[in-house]
């Protein structure tokens, strides 16, 4: 009788996310715990709309927390707005690891000075996400409209390394970080961090377009992808098992409320980050409630016509249900922006003749709700 | 203290360095203060049956006593299991030992 098995990390995850999968357990949960950031960035979606009573309480975090560990979630995203800049992270980012969570933590790094260091390398979060701005002070004071953030995430940066945390770099490709994402890109492999990119910009919370503006245009995406990696190495290699020929009509075809959820700082539950769309309260209603309300959702299929439910790229899509909804007002929406941008790819790989997608020669069936007027006139309008 | 090599007539307990979940079907071990080393553990059913039992100062027959009123097995097979799963435990440095060593 072997009480400790030796089996390897990765095994036990594979088998815990398999079984998650299969019995729709909430694997992962991100919660937001405050809204409001001390940057103002440009391309924010959350913190503009953001008030100062907009904060998770660590009473009403734990609340969170006891529902999520008795439903089985295993890993916890505490996220923000900025999470340093809430006074009662350091108890609430505890008491999550005493839940027996495996925590990540989602910040600009800005306030992580010796002591919140040191504080990280006693209590390890299982990952960190640190959001980098651009490789000078000008470009990054910016963007976040913070004199010395620049300086101030760089020094965090050390900090981290020299105490030996785990951490991973990423920045939104938009108009204004386009030209020195190679650069950052570049710095991070050469400290040895991962670094990761995301090319949809999506309206503010309240409705805000003015992000929009910042939204590469398909073309400058795929220019983009080919100087960070020339020969598109990695998006080849996630591509190969998700290009098989074969269609599907589900519109979530990610983990969003199948193994993963997100909590606002007011307890509303969404499918994840990116969809501000509340299905539930998690302050208020039992967990079960909430869960099979998003389950209802995230089994929705796309109404019969629907360009994407035939289309054989739909599952490397530059778009997701969420960002659809942002725009469109509906996860059934249709974005031609990214689908422009996932033919291009798919022409890039060889795997479509043109990379032009069918909407473009045909047009887009009049019943399938497109970006609002003020989105659209906000979207890059060429190909 | 510290556990050096498990004892029968010492009593351990746990160490509150380590969480443990029931998740998925895993019983888990989660490192609280792990950083690069692996934070997370499996436990079997039965070792996560004596997870619960070191939450209390106990000895090694305790234990083996608690195993062989639960499952068919020998008393001295339990308690190679335990004893192994006490010295386990000691390499995670999740277990606090006191009393008398041989």
């Given at each position: 009788m072997t009480t400790i098995p030796r089996i390897s990390a990765a095994v036990m995850r594979d088998r815990m996310?398999?079984?998650?999968?299969?019995?729709?357990?909430?694997?992962?949960?991100?919660?937001?715990?405050?809204?409001?950031?001390?940057f103002k960035c440009v391309h924010c979606y959350i913190a503009p709309c953001a008030e100062r009573e907009d904060v998770m309480s660590l009473a009403q975090a734990n609340i969170v927390f006891d529902k999520l560990q008795a439903a089985g979630t295993q890993m916890v995203l505490l996220t923000g707005g900025e999470v340093f800049t809430h006074k009662q992270f350091k108890e609430i980012y505890?008491?999550?690891?005493?839940?027996?969570?495996?925590?990540?933590?989602?910040?600009?790094?800005?306030l992580i000075g010796e002591r919140w260091a040191d504080f990280l390398a006693e209590w390890p979060p299982k990952g960190l996400s640190i959001s980098l701005y651009g490789m000078s002070p000008e470009s990054y004071e910016r963007l976040t409209g913070i004199p010395k953030s620049y300086e101030r995430v760089m020094h965090a940066i050390d900090l981290l390394l020299e105490r030996g945390l785990l951490f991973d770099l990423k920045c939104p490709?938009?108009?204004?970080?386009?030209?020195?994402?190679?650069?950052?890109?570049?710095?991070?492999?050469?400290?040895g961090i991962r670094f990761r990119t995301d090319y949809s910009i999506?309206?503010?919370?309240?409705?805000?377009?003015?992000?929009?503006?910042?939204?590469?245009?398909?073309?400058?995406?795929?220019?983009?992808?080919?100087?960070?990696?020339?020969?598109?190495?990695?998006?080849?290699?996630?591509a190969a098992p998700r290009i098989d020929g074969s269609t599907t009509d589900s519109v979530y075809k990610c983990g969003a409320g199948k193994t993963s959820l997100h909590i606002n700082v007011h307890g509303g539950v969404s499918t994840c980050s990116t969809s501000r769309k509340v299905i539930g309260n998690l302050f208020e209603q039992p967990f079960d409630e909430?869960?099979?309300?998003?389950?209802?959702?995230?089994?929705?299929?796309?109404?019969?016509?629907?360009?994407?439910?035939?289309?054989?790229?739909?599952r490397i899509c530059a778009g997701c249900p969420a960002t659809v909804e942002q725009l469109t007002g509906l996860p059934t929406g249709y974005v031609q922006m990214y689908c422009k941008m996932t033919h291009q790819r798919a022409h890039e790989l060889g795997y479509h003749p043109s990379g032009v997608p069918r909407t473009v020669t045909?047009?887009?069936?009049?019943?399938?709700?497109?970006?609002?007027?003020?989105?659209?006139?906000?979207?890059?309008?060429?190909? | 203290m510290n556990s050096g090599s498990v004892d029968n007539?010492?009593?351990?307990?746990?160490?509150?360095?380590y969480v443990y979940r029931l998740t998925v079907g895993e019983h888990l071990l989660v490192a609280l203060h792990a950083r690069s080393d692996e934070p997370l553990y499996a436990l079997t059913l039965t070792g996560a049956q004596l997870w619960e039992r070191l939450a209390q100062w106990t000895t090694l027959d305790q234990l083996t006593e608690s195993l062989v009123g639960e499952y068919e097995v020998t008393s001295d097979s339990a308690r190679r299991d335990v004893r192994e799963f006490l010295d386990q435990l000691t390499l995670l440095d999740a277990l606090d030992a006191r009393g008398a060593t041989e």
């Open positions: 996310v398999e079984r998650a999968r299969r019995e729709r357990v909430p694997l992962q949960a991100d919660i937001e715990i405050i809204a409001t950031c001390n505890l008491s999550a690891k005493r839940h027996g969570f495996e925590v990540y933590i989602n910040t600009n790094a800005y490709a938009m108009t204004i970080t386009a030209e020195e994402l190679p650069a950052m890109q570049a710095f991070a492999r050469s400290k999506i309206p503010q919370e309240k409705g805000d377009t003015g992000p929009l503006q910042l939204q590469l245009a398909p073309h400058e995406v795929m220019s983009l992808e080919r100087r960070i990696d020339p020969e598109l190495k990695s998006f080849r290699v996630y909430v869960w099979a309300a998003l389950g209802g959702k995230v089994s929705m299929k796309y109404p019969a016509g629907h360009p994407c439910a035939s289309c054989q790229f739909s045909e047009g887009i069936p009049a019943h399938i709700v497109t970006p609002t007027r003020s989105a659209a006139r906000m979207l890059p309008v060429l190909a | 007539t010492v009593e351990y307990r746990r160490r509150d360095n």
